[in-house]
T-cell receptor, first 114, second 114 residues
Framework: NAGVMQNPRHLVRRRGQEARLRCSPM?????VYWYRQLPEEGLKFMVY????????ESGMPKERFSAEFPKEGPSILRIQQVVRGDSAAYFC????????????FGPGTRLTVT | GDSVTQMEGPVTLSEEAFLTINCTYT??????LFWYVQYPGEGLQLLLK???ADDKGSNKGFEATYRKETTSFHLEKGSVQVSDSAVYFC?????????????WGLGTSLAVNP
């Protein structure tokens, strides 16, 4: 059973460009979570999605950031007009619909803004 | 709001030494508590968990007990190995309704020398 997959693993963008980060949950998981790990800071929750629905976006910056989890295909975290402060590791996790709700993490996407 | 506090690192130990990494939390009610481990260049792996007071989570020789009276979830291992070198994160989650986000400590870096 494949784990959570994220791509790309490394992404370099110039200031002002757009970044698209993809996450494919584990088989049988319908819940996806995005977290950001900034240098010298801890992990911070960004958004929680189910298929076609945003459940909790309390951690998402109000501007430039958006997330989706369509009926078909991976979840996408999109950052428009990136700035240097967006440089971070972005982790995706997934969980089952019921049961223990344990979150299983992907390897992360390391975004560097130059 | 909810929060997690971990002891600051880095922690450096010799192989076969005893390990304790302190973790305390602030939350109302009974959150679920977790320890995750992050090996260099990799994502986060769930190490162990506890979902109610006095539960003991254990895995790979690591243990942690959910102490409601002291709001603590300290991680211990009797004899560390070089392969345990990693960053350890304590986290909590309410896992109630739509509130499933993980709230993280800042992480504690562990280096084990042969």
């Amino acid at each position: 059973n494949a784990g959570v997959m994220q791509n790309p693993r490394h992404l370099v963008r110039r200031r002002g460009q757009e970044a698209r980060l993809r996450c494919s949950p584990m088989k049988g998981h319908s819940h996806v979570y995005w977290y950001r790990q900034l240098p010298e800071e801890g992990l911070k929750f960004m958004v929680y999605l189910q298929k076609e629905n945003i459940i909790d976006e309390s951690g998402m910056p109000k501007e430039r950031f958006s997330a989706e989890f369509p009926k078909e295909g991976p979840s996408i975290l999109r950052i428009q007009q990136v700035v240097r402060g967006d440089s971070a590791a972005y982790f995706c996790a997934s969980s089952q619909d019921r049961g223990s709700y344990e979150q299983y993490f992907g390897p992360g996407t390391r975004l560097t803004v130059t | 709001g909810d929060s997690v506090t971990q002891m600051e690192g880095p922690v450096t130990l010799s192989e076969e030494a005893f390990l304790t990494i302190n973790c305390t939390y602030t939350a109302t009610g009974y959150p679920s508590l977790f320890w995750y481990v992050q090996y260099p260049g990799e994502g986060l792996q769930l190490l162990l968990k506890a979902t109610k007071a006095d539960d003991k989570g254990s895995n790979k020789g690591f243990e942690a007990t959910y102490r409601k009276e002291t709001t603590s979830f300290h991680l211990e291992k009797g004899s560390v190995q070089v392969s345990d070198s990693a960053v350890y994160f304590c986290a909590l989650s309410r896992n109630a309704g739509n509130n499933r986000k993980l709230i993280w400590g800042l992480g504690t870096s562990l280096a084990v020398n042969p």
